[in-house]
């Protein structure tokens, strides 16, 4: 049997990557940081996930799973160094944790089995960040025999998510999915994985990966920022709304000419990147989890300033990105932390420095100003 070792087991975690490889057989080791999570998968030994594909709903119990703290050194180790495939569905900012808790699995790695290989395939919508995380593994090891083995035997790959995946919170054991669409992985891997669904190893992945953040995640977090204001909860319900559909198309309509200008493709190579099929029955996804972390999502080179950024290089329109942004500022749901720091800014900077600390543009910047007219009257958005 193949061995995985799922490293962050929240909504991605068990309701894609535990379903997937659960699907074909693989033996499946989630490693968490909050006993909570573990303490969820182990109550039942079981969890639900709701798969909404193009044509049909079901739900799929995954089971015959190990969940351990990842620090549990003396109960991961042997599963560790089974496994020749690691998947890590973590925020870009918990990585550099997670480089140090699995260090002493590579250093034993190195003392056990040297001629062992690993891929690390790394899931998050942030782009260009792999030399980052490579250096922060690279740094936890414990000498330098340990880095050169780790340089000539273990590859950290990227990855371009296009599976929505919902939950109460991260420690739910109910989750719901959309399987329709695969997992574009960056190649080259050192793991055989061929015989698992949805997983597609790919060339051009930095690429694929800024197009497909800034086609569907720029919308996204447009339909979560003007949605919320509009009082709505759900993003299925937010999209039906005629305002919000009018803001979702002015963004994306602007991101797919800029995104013509800069890279060197056509329309019809973008499609699969621009859109995803329809599912039965669009499962329900909460505002919170999509506009989750507005600091990350209003970042200079994130789903919506990355493609202002390049309108303007490219002399292009932008005024749909103006308001999304502009929404993002005024998101205030009490329950995102970011959402709050930017509110308490707003409240102690003023409006024009805290929009211009968080784009990292000057306050004299003509799109900083350009938000703050649109913050001051949304309902000039539409
Ligand atoms: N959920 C989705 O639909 C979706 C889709 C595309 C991309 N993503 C990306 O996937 C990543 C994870 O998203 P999610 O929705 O699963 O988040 P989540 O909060 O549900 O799960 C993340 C899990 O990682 C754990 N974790 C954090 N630091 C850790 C560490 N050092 N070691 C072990 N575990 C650690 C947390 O405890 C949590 O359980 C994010 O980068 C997100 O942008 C999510
Ligand atoms: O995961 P985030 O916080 O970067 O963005 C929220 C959603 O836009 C995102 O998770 C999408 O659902 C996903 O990228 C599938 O397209």
Wanted: aromatic share 10%; charged share 25%; with cysteine.
């Amino acid at each position: 049997m193949k061995n995985v070792i799922i490293v962050g087991a929240g909504r991605l975690g068990k309701g894609f990557m535990g379903e997937t490889f659960y699907n074909a057989g693989w033996n499946i080791t989630f490693l968490d940081q909050d006993p909570q999570v573990i303490d969820e998968l182990n109550r039942n030994h079981s969890y639900n996930v709701t798969v909404h594909t193009t044509d049909r709903v079901f739900t799929n119990e995954v089971k015959n799973y190990q969940a351990l703290l990842i620090n549990e050194h003396a109960k991961v180790l042997d599963y560790f160094l089974q496994a020749d495939l690691l998947m890590l569905p973590l925020y870009p900012q918990d990585f550099l944790s997670a480089a140090r808790d699995l260090a002493f699995y590579f250093d034993q790695q190195f003392e056990v089995d040297p001629s062992a290989k690993k891929t690390l395939i790394c899931l998050t919508n942030k782009n260009h960040i792999i030399p980052k995380i490579t250096a922060a593994f690279r740094a936890s090891l414990k000498d330098e025999q340990v880095k050169k083995w780790f340089d000539q035997n273990v590859v950290i790959r990227d990855s371009i998510v296009r599976r929505s995946t919902d939950a109460t919170s991260n420690y739910s054991t109910d989750l719901v999915t959309t399987a329709v669409a695969s997992l574009i992985i960056q190649g080259p891997v050192f793991s055989d994985f061929s015989d698992v669904k949805w997983l597609d190893v790919r060339d051009n992945v930095e690429m694929l990966k800024d197009i497909k953040v800034f086609t569907i995640n720029g919308p996204h977090a447009t339909t979560a920022y003007y949605g919320y204001l509009l009082g709505y909860d759900d993003i299925a319900k937010a999209e039906t709304d005629p305002k919000v559909a009018q803001l979702i198309k002015e963004v994306h309509d602007e991101t797919i000419e800029a995104v013509l200008y800069e890279y060197p493709v056509t329309r019809d190579q973008i499609r699969e990147l621009e859109y995803l099929p329809a599912a039965k029955d669009e499962m329900s996804d909460s505002i919170y989890r999509v506009g989750f972390d507005p600091i990350r999502k209003v970042g200079k080179n994130d789903r919506l300033m990355g493609v202002i950024s390049l309108c303007e290089k490219y002399k292009l329109k932008y005024d749909g990105h103006v308001k999304a942004v502009a929404c993002a500022f005024a998101y205030d749901e009490p329950k995102d932390v970011k959402a709050q720091q930017i509110q308490q800014d707003l409240k102690n900077l003023g409006v024009v420095s805290t929009i211009a600390k968080y784009i990292e543009r000057p306050a004299e910047d003509p799109v900083v100003q350009q938000i703050a007219e649109y913050y001051h009257d949304l309902s000039k958005v539409n």
